[in-house]
């Protein structure tokens, strides 16, 4: 196993406190959000952090899963309401919600699957994050909730990416009164993939990173392009495109290692091309 490399990516502006990490190590970049103090809040330079790393890692071969965490007591709390009230400008609020949906939209274009490692509370733009990145694995201690509404401010972006996780109805429930959910509320939900004892959260981030990183780096990016795109289209128009795609899958080099290895029963090895 390789050392991991860390990676200061942003300071706050004028100090040397860093608010975006990157740690790399066995094809796993694990971003981790670095303003406990804050809540992780999603300041301007935030956003502007993590989408400078995205768009790297958009271009990064050699990085086959990405993991979202967060330090301290809260993934990751939402927009950074105090930053908010300092410019209150409809235009400038225009520009901000414009970056805060970039950034998310770039997270689904990524080639590699995002896993959020969720610790702590995860609140409006937070449970945003969540619900936007691949997969999620969250501590038993981990609570979720889009409350917004609750400061007068209704999760209008949010609601894009948890309408598009979870049953209408209960999405709906959620944006409407910002209560709160636990961590099997939200497995139960779908909003998560696992929920693991605080104690054993890293392991088990690892072992469905692990996962992912098995298999063939070619076809999962495939496949995660394709998945998303077919969403947003009708049944037909969906098996369409899919099929067209698996066509195309089958003439990977991947695609005949792995099928002549399955035949031979061997262990694959992958090109990644």
């Known amino acids: 196993m390789s050392a991991p490399a860390a990676t200061t990516v942003a300071t706050v502006p004028g100090t040397e406190e860093p608010i975006l990490l990157r740690e790399d190590r066995d094809g796993i970049a694990t971003l981790t959000l670095n303003r406990p103090k804050q809540y992780n809040a999603l300041s301007e330079a935030m956003l502007a952090a993590l989408q400078g790393e995205l768009d790297a890692l958009a271009e990064d071969r050699e990085t086959r899963v990405v993991v979202m965490a967060g330090i301290g007591k809260a993934f990751c709390a939402g927009h950074d309401l105090k930053q908010m009230r300092s410019k209150p400008d409809q235009a400038y609020y225009e520009r901000l919600f414009g970056q805060c949906s970039r950034m998310m939209q770039s997270l ?48 209008m972006t949010p609601g894009v990416a948890l309408s598009r996780n979870l049953g209408r109805k209960r999405a709906f429930e959620m944006l409407f009164t910002g209560d709160f959910i636990d961590a099997e509320t939200a497995l139960e939900l779908g909003l998560i993939n696992r ?67 399955f035949i031979e029963k061997r262990k694959p090895t992958w090109t990644h091309s």
């Open 108 to 155: 689904v274009a990524l080639p590699q699957p995002v896993i959020a490692r969720v610790q702590g509370i995860a609140t409006a733009a937070g449970c945003q994050l969540v619900a936007t990145c691949d997969m999620a694995v969250a501590s038993s201690e981990a609570r979720f909730a889009t409350s917004g509404i609750g400061v007068g401010l209704f999760c």
């Open 195 to 261: 929920v693991a004892t605080p104690e054993a959260l890293d392991e088990a981030v690892a072992a469905l990173a692990e996962r992912v990183v098995s298999k063939s780096g070619a076809a999962i990016a495939a496949g995660k392009r394709v998945f998303y795109r077919q969403l947003e289209m009708g049944l037909e128009e969906a098996y369409a495109y899919a099929a067209k795609e698996m066509a195309c899958n089958m003439m990977f080099a991947d695609a005949a290692e792995g099928i002549d290895a």
